[in-house]
């Protein structure tokens, strides 16, 4: 009975590996069958492109690669159509469809190397360098490549050179910009106090005018330095000089002929105390930065 059991359970091992060989079998035909007809169709847009029409073959390269995602072919051809259309984003797409799919190392040597010429036209030097490089790894005995890596890095290089001298102009254009704002900015603040300082100096020179002046910027007269509390200390000392009439008035001033001794000394005097408080004035005016207090005759 143990016989027959394990006889059994091989028997049922065995047909599920058949099964499974069976599966597995029909796949690779299926895959097989649709390379085939990816392959037709990559064929037909060759002849199409090579007729120059140029969208009936993209057609038929989107069918074949459609088919069969093996068909290494048909995305590498349209890669090259695209680029020599100067499409070149479209072209790099598919390029790397075809490396993707690659088993092959000469396939993907060829994929990398169109890559790096994709990556050379728009200037991207140092993916240029990156894609020359790993068509190398596949196959490092081909001289296009090798010559085409050697010219990405120099390119490289000098883009490098050029995009440091771009920055060190940029950093000088902008180091010369603020020193002008800073000079600008020193110059105005020396001229706000320069004219602070020449307001200053005109104001103070006119506080010193108005203190040897009057309000109407002249010498004020002896007389009229007197206040009122003056004028009624004038009219307390002599009570019996208010209002006369104008006649009696005339009486009493004396004539220019008929000056008393007294009055003259007096007229003396007042001239001489006058010369010299306009000389002390004079004296004055020359200090400067000193105001001189008049002395006032009560």
């Known amino acids: 009975m143990t016989k027959i059991r394990l006889v059994f359970g091989l028997l049922l091992c065995f047909g599920w590996v058949q099964a499974q060989d069976d599966t597995t079998l029909e796949v690779q035909k299926e895959a097989e069958k649709a390379l085939r007809a990816s392959t ?17 073959a993209e057609a038929e390269y989107r069918r074949a690669i459609s ?11 349209l890669g090259n159509a695209y680029y020599n259309r100067e499409s070149y984003g479209e072209a790099f797409g598919r390029y790397k469809q075809a490396g ?13 190397h169109n890559m790096g010429n994709v990556f050379m036209k728009n200037k991207e030097y140092e993916k240029a360098v990156e894609a ?3 068509a190398l790894r596949n196959n490092p005995t081909d001289e296009e490549t090798r010559y085409n890596l050697a010219l990405a890095k120099k390119m490289l290089e000098k883009q490098q050179d050029e995009q440091k001298n771009d920055q ?9 910009k603020d020193q002008e704002q800073d000079q600008n900015k020193d110059q105005k603040n020396e001229g706000g106090d320069n004219d602070k300082q020449d307001e200053g100096k005109q104001n103070e020179d006119e506080n010193k005018d108005k203190g040897d002046q009057g309000e109407n910027g002249q010498d004020k007269p002896e007389e009229n330095q007197k206040g009122d509390g003056d004028e009624k200390k004038e009219q307390e000392k002599k009570p019996n000089e208010g209002d006369q009439p104008q006649d009696q008035q005339q009486q009493q001033q004396p004539r220019p002929n008929q000056l008393s001794k007294q009055q003259i000394q007096n007229l003396l005097e007042a001239m001489q105390n006058e010369e010299k408080k306009v000389q002390e004035k004079m004296e004055a005016r020359k200090v400067r930065g000193q105001k001189v207090k008049n002395e006032k005759d009560w």
């Open 168 to 176: 060190d102009q940029k950093k000088d254009k902008q180091d010369q």
């Open 132 to 134: 020359y490089k790993e």
């Open 100 to 112: 993707d799919a690659a088993e092959d190392k000469a396939e993907k040597h060829k994929a990398f």
């Open 40 to 56: 037709n169709l990559t064929y037909e847009a060759n002849k199409e492109l090579t007729s120059n029409d140029f969208v009936g």
């Open 67 to 77: 088919k069969s995602d093996k068909n290494v072919a048909a995305p590498f051809n």
